[in-house]
Nanobody
Framework: QVQLVESGGGLVQAGGSLRLSCTASGRTISSRSMAWFRQAPGKEREFVASISWSGGSTYYADSAKDRFSISREDDKNTVYLQMNSLKAEDTAVYYC?????????????????WGQGTQVTVSS
């Protein structure tokens, strides 16, 4: 089992930045693709960004391109989401997710492990 704990959320003004962290325990993430999803009130959970288990490929939702950056530090069993130029519409609970070993980063169905989420609120 992989346990994921997100941190770094909070309240920020529009135009500001936050860096979310997701630290895993129980198993290494080095062989797993990792992703961030988010869910705003009254909306479905949506994909934000993912990074392949090799770290060689990253993927972003259109809403996150050019503003967000996903990265990983396998020796710390941690994945990050750097969020810049935040907008009010980025307000949501952000969830970290991990695939099983060698799972592809591109398929939502591959994400078997989920964190409890961290709240990000952007004030306009």
């Amino acid at each position: 089992q992989v346990q994921l704990v997100e941190s770094g959320g909070g309240l920020v003004q529009a135009g500001g930045s936050l860096r979310l962290s997701c630290t895993a325990s129980g198993r290494t993430i080095s062989s797993r693709s990792m992703a961030w999803f988010r869910q705003a009130p009254g909306k479905e959970r949506e994909f934000v960004a993912s990074i392949s288990w090799s770290g060689g490929s990253t993927y972003y939702a259109d809403s996150a391109k050019d503003r967000f950056s996903i990265s990983r530090e396998d020796d710390k069993n941690t994945v990050y989401l750097q969020m810049n130029s935040l907008k009010a519409e980025d307000t949501a609970v952000y969830y970290c997710a991990a695939t099983r070993n060698f799972g592809a980063a591109t398929s939502r169905n591959n994400y078997a492990y989920w964190g409890q989420g961290t709240q990000v609120t952007v004030s306009s």
